[in-house]
T-cell receptor, first 114, second 114 residues
């Protein structure tokens, strides 16, 4: 099974500042998909951003962007202009193109300080 | 559009009791998944289904059963509840086709076994 590692159990950021959450993964495959999900206190899992491994260009969704380093098997999430509503658990997830299973990291709890 | 609906939202069971967690989606998604999320952990896949009549084990299937008689419904059955099954359970669905399609999650069921 693939392994997804989030080495930062907790992070904090000042409101309006930028924060980067780390994610690394272990795979022998060349093509796959990566995702970041947000889980606020309401527990709902919300897709933040996704990246296809064959695309070299980093995905961007408004204030959220990724730094995808395929050779290093790294997929970090950058949140710019942090807002109080960004406070949540963030999960990194992996899925191969040939499989149906998603593999999740253990999450990073983000606190936004007013 | 309701998306993925899970019932109940909360439940307390006694050891040895059985129950079924319901999950239904109205997006005509072929793929459906059941996860459990233990405190401070990521999501672990219990079972998944790629279509009506087809199910497969995930990472932690022991103690659970599933069925998929229709595209819409994917119930999860606990036959003999054990304290180790205390967790938050998430159902998710995904569209078939383009592989980067993300999962859509229900709001979760918090289950306590006492």
């Amino acid at each position: 099974a693939q392994t997804v590692t989030q080495s930062q159990p907790e992070m904090s950021v000042q409101e309006a500042e930028t924060v980067t959450l780390s994610c690394t993964y272990d795979t022998s495959e060349s093509d796959y998909y990566l995702f970041w999900y947000k889980q606020p206190p309401s527990r709902q899992m919300i897709l933040v951003i996704r990246q296809e491994a064959y695309k070299q260009q980093n995905a961007t969704e408004n204030r959220f962007s990724v730094n995808f380093q395929k050779a290093a098997k790294s997929f970090s999430l950058k949140i710019s202009d942090s807002q109080l509503g960004d406070a949540a658990m963030y999960f990194c997830a992996y899925r191969s193109t040939t499989g149906n299973q998603f593999y999740f990291g253990t999450g990073t709890s983000l606190t936004v300080i007013p | 559009n309701a998306g993925v609906t899970q019932t109940p939202k909360f439940r307390i069971l006694k050891i040895g009791q059985s129950m079924t967690l319901q999950c239904t989606q109205d997006m005509n998604h072929n793929y459906m998944y059941w996860y459990r999320q233990d405190p401070g952990m990521g999501l672990k896949l219990i079972y998944y289904s790629v279509g009506a009549g087809i199910t497969d084990k995930g990472e932690v299937p022991n103690g659970y059963n599933v069925s998929r008689s229709t595209t819409e419904d994917f119930p999860l059955r606990l036959e003999l509840a054990a304290p180790s099954q205390t967790s938050v359970y998430f159902c998710a669905s995904r569209r078939q086709g383009a592989g980067h399609q993300p999962q859509h999650f229900g709001d979760g069921t918090r289950l306590s076994i006492l």
